[in-house]
């Protein structure tokens, strides 16, 4: 028997990141929100990292000028306030629940002593910056070169979760048209347009919620002039 197989030392892809992040200890805390209420707001102490169990969060920014703007959308899995690990002393963001969320607030200090002795949260951790990072560097590329259209269908496919299964599944969250425009750089107008683009040309539909159909994908994988025309 190994030493890893006598230990039973669970692999980074089998860690419970929730079980874990639950577990009662000093410095952690399990906090139900309400639909709209902040967790924390830009400008507020960072001295804690949070992470989502249930819900989805809105990050938005407030400029000098009093202009906000939507910079992202966190889902369960995901952490929020982890700048506070690199130094950073205030909140550059402000995060507020889309829907009913619960999320664990970790102590910094905690948060830091669970990464230096605990190996599998910490590769859980670390595998989780990697991938932040790229998607982060996808949106980037996506802003620099690619048409408002295209952003927006690809904004659309990420919210419904394609690739999941090779099903997307219906944008169940209330997500104004202005909100989209914010997230892709361009005008409310111009979203309008282009959903009801692609409604016609049965891209999506409507029944309640957004559903998101597996033409789009193709569309927009495809170069289709599609996603070309009207710019």
């Known amino acids: 028997m190994t030493r890893r197989a006598a230990l039973k030392v669970p692999a980074p892809a089998e860690f419970d990141a929730p079980y874990f992040l639950t577990c009662p200890g000093i410095g952690k805390v399990t906090t139900d929100y309400k639909k709209n209420q902040n967790i924390f707001c830009q400008g507020e102490t960072a001295d804690s990292v949070c992470y ?39 909140r550059t963001v402000t995060t507020t629940a889309m829907e009913d969320c619960t999320i664990v607030t970790i102590n910094k200090s905690v948060m830091l002593t669970h990464l230096r002795d605990e190996p599998a949260f910490a590769g859980f951790f670390v595998a989780y910056l990697l991938s932040r990072n790229n998607r982060i560097e996808e949106d980037l590329i996506d802003q620099l070169f690619n048409s408002s259209e295209k952003r927006l269908a690809r904004l659309l496919l990420i919210l419904a979760h394609y690739g999941e299964g090779g099903v ?40 309640g919620h957004i559903q998101v159909h597996r033409s789009l994908l193709d569309a927009a994988l495809n170069e289709k002039p599609h996603l070309q025309r009207g710019m």
Do not use: W
């Open 168 to 207: 997307s599944h219906p944008i169940d969250i209330d997500i104004s048209q202005e909100m989209l425009a914010e997230m892709i750089g361009t005008t409310r107008s111009r979203v309008s347009f282009f959903m009801n683009k692609f409604r016609k040309l049965g891209f999506v539909s409507y029944d």
């Open 52 to 90: 989502i169990l249930n819900g989805r969060i809105k990050l938005t920014v407030l400029s000098e000028q009093g202009k906000e703007a939507v910079v992202g959308l966190l889902e369960p899995g995901q952490f929020l306030g982890e700048g506070c690990l690199n130094g950073h002393p205030l």
